[in-house]
Nanobody, 126 residues
Framework: QVHLVVSGRGSVQAGGSLRLSCAAS????????MAWFRQAPGKAREGVAA???????NFADSVKGRFTISKDHAKNIVYLQMNSLKPEDTAMYYC????????????????????WGQGTQVTVSS
């Protein structure tokens, strides 16, 4: 069972950048599909990005071209680089993992992931 620890919370102005990190331990990290989700107050949890063992990535339409996801197998860390941030990106961000060779078409479904890190707040001001 993998254990996830998230870091990198912050507040930025619109147009700024932040990078979130999710450190994994306790399992063979490279075998996992890793994903980032976010949840704004009063809204459903949304899948933002996911990356699989061959570093193939998926992104929500709302963040394509602005966010990138990367996975460092040597360090057991997955990153979410967020550029050109908008006020609507304000949310609690979560890292999630599932033991799977690929992330699959259902990667945005939160119930696909049995393991979650703690949330970290990202606030973007206009």
């Amino acid at each position: 069972q993998v254990h996830l620890v998230v870091s990198g919370r912050g507040s930025v102005q619109a147009g700024g950048s932040l990078r979130l990190s999710c450190a994994a331990s306790g399992a063979v990290f490279r075998r996992y599909c890793m994903a980032w989700f976010r949840q704004a107050p009063g809204k459903a949890r949304e899948g933002v990005a996911a990356i699989d063992r061959v570093l193939s990535a998926n992104f929500a339409d709302s963040v394509k071209g602005r966010f990138t996801i990367s996975k460092d197998h040597a360090k057991n860390i997955v990153y979410l680089q967020m550029n050109s941030l908008k006020p609507e990106d304000t949310a609690m961000y979560y890292c999630a993992a599932v033991s799977s060779w690929a992330c699959g078409r259902g990667w945005q479904g939160e119930y696909e992931y049995p393991t979650w890190g703690q949330g970290t707040q990202v606030t973007v001001s206009s």
